[in-house]
């Protein structure tokens, strides 16, 4: 007898449809970058130093552990602070409405997003070429000994990074509720 299963269609609520650029740089206390607007997403991850940020409306002061997001169309600019600074940038696109709870977020990540970011810097480092220090850098170029899945596994990575990040965000916004009652309208 043929057994007849029901098959459940799965949910994206954040997919990353693209990923633009990936860099991870080490400069001088003396570096500064003017600043740029383009139509997707940006997160700054700052691993070592101090910089400052800009963006539209507002000037901050991050330091090691803390992670920023420009959302689209957004002008951002960034200089290092008294010290040598090192981050990771991530640029992307996402038209996912949940996405709306980055827009001007930073944060210092916990110790488990940590893990994210390392994967992602990771698995980038064995799929693309990645010359350090080159801002200007605007297209990905895949290594020819890239193994196979390394595209997929960072846009996996960085999908389970923006969940779960968006989940603190919503722990501390609505405890009881996931998503929230203003962002269901958008998923469903």
């Known amino acids: 007898m043929k057994a007849t299963y029901v098959k ?15 860099h ?9 970058f003017n600043g740029e607007s383009h139509d997707f997403w940006e997160m700054v991850y700052i691993d070592k130093g101090r910089v400052q940020v800009r963006n539209d409306e507002e000037e901050l002061n ?5 992670i920023i997001f420009h959302r689209p169309n957004e002008f951002h600019s960034i200089k ?3 010290s040598a600074p090192n981050f990771f940038v991530v640029s992307f696109v996402c038209h996912s409405p949940l996405m709306m709870y980055l827009e001007k977020y930073h944060t210092v990540l916990n110790k488990m997003l940590l893990g994210f970011i390392s994967s992602i810097i990771k698995e980038a480092e064995t799929t693309y070429e990645m010359p350090k220090n080159d801002p200007t850098l605007k297209k990905l170029i895949k290594k020819e000994t ?4 390394g595209e997929q596994l960072i846009k996996t990575y960085l999908e389970q990074f923006l969940i779960f990040l968006i989940r603190n965000i919503l722990k501390k916004e609505e405890p ?3 998503p929230p009652k203003k962002a269901w309208k958008h998923i469903w």
């Open 8 to 22: 459940t269609q799965l949910q994206n609520v954040i997919n990353i449809s693209k990923i633009v650029t990936v």
């Open 62 to 66: 991050l330091s090691q552990g803390e």
């Open 176 to 178: 009881n509720v996931f």
């Open 24 to 32: 991870y740089y080490e400069f001088d206390k003396n570096f500064v």
């Open 146 to 149: 890239a193994p196979i899945g």
């Open 80 to 82: 290092a602070l008294d």
